[in-house]
């Protein structure tokens, strides 16, 4: 009975846990199928059409379609004619005919109407229908169209033809190896599960790779600690992805425990999980189980590969065992393997870090290093020791034999510079120019660093010019040394075009001299300078200390700009700059002088709950102020936690008037006791006031008197004073 194809829209959908979104490869497949899904769209040539049709009317069979289907790269084409086929009498599509469309609608991306042509397939019964179904998930997971897989797979599922565990485990694989989300991976496994197929450890193993990845840790650890319960036993893979992923998210100790786990239950480890365990151990500098993980490797009879040894030899030199670390060096050279650079250099460091130099020489010369960078690591530790002579004549050995290079030379200019020889890394710079080896930025900067040492910033400058006119940057070290050299020789314009331009470069300035920078700034008048130099060191990564936004904000203060010092102070609070004593003395003070009556009290609430005391003048500030409106008594509660020791008398004068005035006489007597306590005695007018022997009005004329008159009270007048009759 001929098939009908009019239309092939079937309600058969996948469910939504799998992505409807194709992946469009451009590999073509092995049946030279076209998968550019652009040809979808193109018309198809009709006379070329006509003249297929024309041929298959006289032969009409399944292989001779499967033929010219093949021949067509037009899918629009293809679709035509096999539903021409399909309404042609005496023919029926077999699973090979099916085949080729789902595939060429598969790999140009068309998903919907590729499941509509598997289910109906399925429908239609055709011979060989699921071998079809195996071989198009195997040509979509071989051209990476994991969704089309994904489709093809619920389809088979559905049907009486059922796949086996490895074609779960196939796409499980293709799915991680592609980095799909945890969601396609569960629909798999949820599939296996629904065909009555229980999972082998290669399942699990994928499973728990997948749940790691996406972040559910401790559902991945659960699933392990029930692999039993499934009758899977864990496997050396399935302790590589626990020890791995926990590692990762710095879950050591556990993975450690799951180590020994591994050794208790008698699980063999193999190639990879060495490889890959030791290598992490040694990253974490944990040289105990990288050394056992090996000496078990070696008794097992595996080979180490050459990043296993260079990962051993990192560690046991990091750890200074360089006897342990030079026998595992001729060991890995015995085997045939050969090390990388960052070998020779973790064995060179290590004997430097043990002053081991000649042990060093021995050792590069012994093994016919003609790698530059371990020669070079031996030069900048002889620098490192003021051990020049032997630098200089490590560095002519490498001459002779050609291995120098424009480092090589900066090195021994960097060393001479910064001890202040000048000359002497001038004369090493023209034998390094007659030598064709051409001056670097780091050259450069060896030499401005030079200059600034022996107190040449004109000549600093001249070269940092040449450094700005190649585009190029300073090293941290001379960049900071120029800055502060300027700032010393109060060129600070140009200190802060330096600034400037280094931080145009994304270069941060070391903190101390980016300090310096702006106290000379402010100092030289500059304060608005200074402000905006900050907002630069923002964008440049330079990290400012509460000390700089202090020394801006005291210029401010001094200038009365009170608005800019909140303004600076928020941006102090947007990088997360901690105050200090002083910033909140700045604060109060500037509060103070704008009216702000709640921020003052707020700030000085906030100084004393972080353990800061004023000082007293900012005190005296604070109270003067709070006087004026009749706001003393809010600070009542904090001035319990200050100390007494930084009350004076002046302090406890303010206090006590302020209390009278705005009616808090008990409180006012009790500084007076604690006043007295001290030895100290009030003034006449604040006596007066407490007494009551004068009206509020005379108590302010007696008040403004005595502070006019720049003397104080002796005892016997302010006794005399208490005893007037009223």
């Known amino acids: 009975m001929a098939v009908k194809l009019s239309s092939l829209r079937f309600c058969w959908r ?16 092995e049946n030279k199928i076209q998968s550019n899904p652009e040809t979808y769209q193109n018309q198809s040539d009709s006379s070329e059409f006509e003249a297929k049709i024309q041929f298959l009317k006289n032969k009409l069979h399944p292989e001779s ?10 899918l629009n084409s ?37 499941e509509g042509f598997c289910n109906k397939m399925v429908i239609d019964k055709c011979l060989g229908f699921g071998e079809s179904l195996l071989a198009l998930i195997d040509s979509f997971v071989k051209n990476h169209r994991l969704n089309e897989a994904l489709r093809v797979l619920y389809v088979m599922n559905l049907s009486s033809f059922k796949p086996s565990l490895g074609v779960f485990n196939t796409i499980m694989g293709a799915l991680l190896e592609e980095k799909k989300e945890f969601k396609d991976v569960l629909f798999v496994y949820k599939e296996m599960v629904k065909s009555g197929i229980l999972p082998d450890i290669d399942t699990m193993n994928y499973l728990l790779d997948s749940l790691f990845a996406a972040g559910r840790v401790d559902t991945a650890l659960d699933q392990y600690r029930r692999l039993h319960k499934k009758g899977c036993n864990p496997n050396s893979r399935t302790f590589e992805i626990l020890i791995n992923s926990l590692v990762a998210r710095n879950r050591v100790e556990e993975s450690i425990i799951l180590l020994d786990e591994m050794f208790q239950i008698g699980c063999e480890p193999d190639l990879n999980f060495y490889i890959s365990v030791i290598t992490i151990f040694c990253r974490l500098h944990n040289l105990e189980v990288g050394m056992k993980l090996f000496r078990m490797m070696r008794a097992s009879n595996i080979s180490p590969d050459s990043a296993t040894y260079a990962a051993l030899i990192n560690c046991l030199c990091d750890h200074l065992h360089l006897d342990d670390a030079t026998k595992l060096f001729e060991e890995m050279i015995d085997r045939g393997l050969s090390p990388e650079e960052e070998t020779f250099l973790d064995i060179v460091n290590g004997f430097c870090k043990l002053n081991k130099f000649t042990e060093a020489i021995m050792f590069l010369e012994e093994k016919n290093v003609i790698n530059t960078s371990p020669y070079n690591t031996l030069l900048e530790a002889f620098c490192a020791t003021s051990n020049f002579s032997m630098a200089k004549s490590t560095f002519y050995r490498m001459f002779g034999r050609n291995i120098t290079d424009v480092t090589s030379c900066n090195i021994l200019i960097r060393f001479l510079c910064e001890n202040a020889a000048i000359s002497k890394a001038l004369e090493f710079l023209c034998r390094m120019i007659v030598s064709l080896f051409v001056p670097d930025s780091a050259t450069y900067s060896a030499l401005i660093t030079g200059y600034c040492r022996m107190g040449k910033f004109e000549d600093a400058l001249q070269l940092f010019s040449t450094v700005r006119s190649k ?27 330096v600034f400037c331009y280094m931080s145009r470069k994304g270069c941060a300035l070391r903190s101390t001299s980016f300090n310096k920078l702006i106290e000379e700034t402010c100092a030289s008048g500059k304060v608005d300078s200074a402000a905006r130099l900050l907002s630069v060191a923002y964008y440049s990564g330079t990290v400012c200390f509460c000390s700089t936004y202090n020394c801006i904000m005291r210029g401010l203060f001094m200038l009365g700009h009170m608005d800019d010092i909140l303004v600076l102070v928020s941006k102090m609070m947007v990088v997360g700059c901690a105050f200090d004593e002083e910033t909140y003395c700045i604060l109060i003070k500037s509060t103070s002088a704008l009216n702000r009556v709640s921020d003052s009290i707020s700030f000085f609430n906030l100084m004393l709950e ?6 007293s003048d900012t005190l005296v500030c604070l109270l003067q102020f709070l006087a004026k409106y009749s706001r003393v008594h809010l600070i009542l509660l904090s001035l319990d936690k200050l100390n007494s020791e930084i009350l004076d008398s002046v302090t406890y004068n303010q206090l006590i008037n302020g209390l009278c005035g705005e009616g808090y006489k008990s409180e006012a007597k009790q500084y007076l006791d604690l006043m007295l306590e001290k030895g100290w005695v009030p003034d006449a007018a604040t006596h007066a006031l407490l007494m009551g022997s004068v009206s509020k009005e005379e108590f302010e004329i007696q008040k403004s008197a005595y502070e006019n008159s720049g003397t104080c009270d002796e005892v016997s007048s302010i006794l005399a004073e208490g005893l007037v009759e009223r």
Not at 14 to 29: D, F, G, H, M, T
Not at 95 to 101: E, G, H, L, P
């Open 14 to 29: 996948i469910p939504k846990l799998v992505s409807s979104n194709a992946y469009i490869s451009s590999i073509c497949c």
């Open 65 to 74: 379609l499967v033929t010219v289907l093949d021949s067509m790269p037009d």
């Open 78 to 114: 293809s679709i035509k004619l096999f539903k021409w086929a399909s309404l042609q009498n005496r023919f029926n599509h077999t699973a090979d005919t099916y085949y080729r469309i789902i595939l060429k609608l598969g790999m140009a991306g068309n998903v919907e109407e590729m």
């Open 471 to 497: 585009c190029w940057v300073l090293d941290s070290v001379s960049y900071a040394e120029l800055v502060e050299c300027l700032c010393q020789r109060e060129n600070t314009q140009e200190a802060a075009k």
């Open 610 to 615: 972080e353990g800061f005391l004023p000082s």
